[in-house]
């Protein structure tokens, strides 16, 4: 499929899936030195293949199709620390961003939070009013690195994070990857707020139960599936 359509397709999932409302929300795809991201503002329902913005990650230049989303330096600073990034999406999920509205990090209550994410799932620390005030789309894409950076981990063990007060970025190797990952974060975001409303002190998962779960499905000891 075109790398155009097969962005707006996934622009399209994102509404589609419930993971956004309205106009929120991006899909943002790398090919070679290129981003092809969703066109700023714009209602899906009457956006063509051919409206897709195409930007150069090098530069942040605008290449080609409408205005790119005001998320694309966020994007960019991602894509250039990161080269295994191959897709990133930006939704506004409802359970994910509570927990992002929330401030907290989301702890890992069972095994289907350990199936996908090595730890919990992060939070950013808050931007400073600089940080808001100058260059804010770019300061939020540095601070996405920096807490992936400052947890010692990789965009693998960690395919999703939560951007403080704002919502969920997630990647993947591939658009389809990044893809089952934002629905994934939002159904263990549900998982989690649910129990602990269950529960007046939160259990986190032994970390060896943890573990096992993980490496079961990914690593060179992962004997999950055919």
Same mark, same amino acid.
């Given at each position: 499929?075109?790398?155009?359509?097969?962005?707006?397709?996934?622009?399209?999932?994102?509404?589609?899936?419930?993971?956004?409302?309205?106009?929120?929300?991006?899909?943002?795809?790398?090919?070679?030195?290129?981003?092809?991201?969703?066109?700023?503002?714009?209602?899906?329902?009457?956006?063509?293949? @051919?409206? %897709?913005?195409?930007?150069?990650? $090098?530069?942040?230049?605008?290449? =080609?199709? *409408?205005?790119? &989303?005001?998320?694309?330096?966020?994007?960019?600073?991602?894509?250039?620390?990161?080269?295994?990034?191959?897709?990133?999406?930006?939704?506004?999920?409802?359970?994910?961003?509570?927990?992002?509205?929330?401030?907290?990090?989301?702890?890992?209550?069972?095994?289907?939070?350990?199936?996908?994410?090595?730890?919990?799932?992060?939070?950013?620390?808050?931007?400073?009013?600089?940080?808001?005030?100058?260059?804010?789309?770019?300061?939020?894409?540095?601070?996405?690195? @920096?807490? %992936?950076?400052?947890?010692?981990? $990789?965009?693998?063990?960690?395919? =999703?994070? *939560?951007?403080? &007060?704002?919502?969920?970025?997630?990647?993947?190797?591939?658009?389809?990857?990044?893809?089952?990952?934002?629905?994934?974060?939002?159904?263990?975001?549900?998982?989690?707020?649910?129990?602990?409303?269950?529960?007046?002190?939160?259990?986190?998962?032994?970390?060896?139960?943890?573990?096992?779960?993980?490496?079961?499905?990914?690593?060179?000891?992962?004997?999950?599936?055919?």
């Amino acid at each position: 499929m075109n790398i155009k359509k097969h962005c707006l397709l996934y622009n399209k999932k994102i509404i589609q899936e419930g993971l956004a409302v309205d106009k929120f929300g991006n899909a943002g795809i790398r090919e070679g030195a290129k981003l092809f991201i969703k066109p700023s503002g714009v209602d899906l329902q009457n956006t063509n293949a @051919e409206d %897709i913005s195409v930007v150069e990650i $090098s530069t942040g230049g605008h290449i =080609g199709g *409408l205005k790119p &989303s005001s998320d694309t330096p966020t994007y960019i600073e991602i894509l250039k620390r990161f080269p295994e990034i191959n897709a990133v999406i930006h939704t506004h999920s409802l359970y994910a961003t509570i927990w992002a509205q929330s401030k907290k990090s989301i702890p890992c209550l069972g095994t289907t939070h350990a199936d996908y994410w090595k730890h919990e799932i992060p939070i950013t620390r808050d931007l400073s009013k600089q940080e808001i005030t100058v260059d804010y789309e770019i300061s939020c894409g540095k601070v996405i690195v @920096e807490k %992936i950076e400052d947890l010692n981990t $990789s965009v693998s063990d960690c395919p =999703g994070i *939560l951007l403080n &007060s704002h919502g969920p970025f997630v990647w993947g190797a591939n658009i389809e990857e990044a893809f089952r990952n934002a629905k994934l974060l939002e159904y263990i975001a549900e998982l989690a707020l649910k129990t602990n409303s269950l529960c007046k002190e939160l259990t986190p998962l032994s970390s060896t139960l943890h573990a096992k779960h993980f490496t079961r499905k990914h690593g060179n000891e992962a004997y999950y599936g055919q």
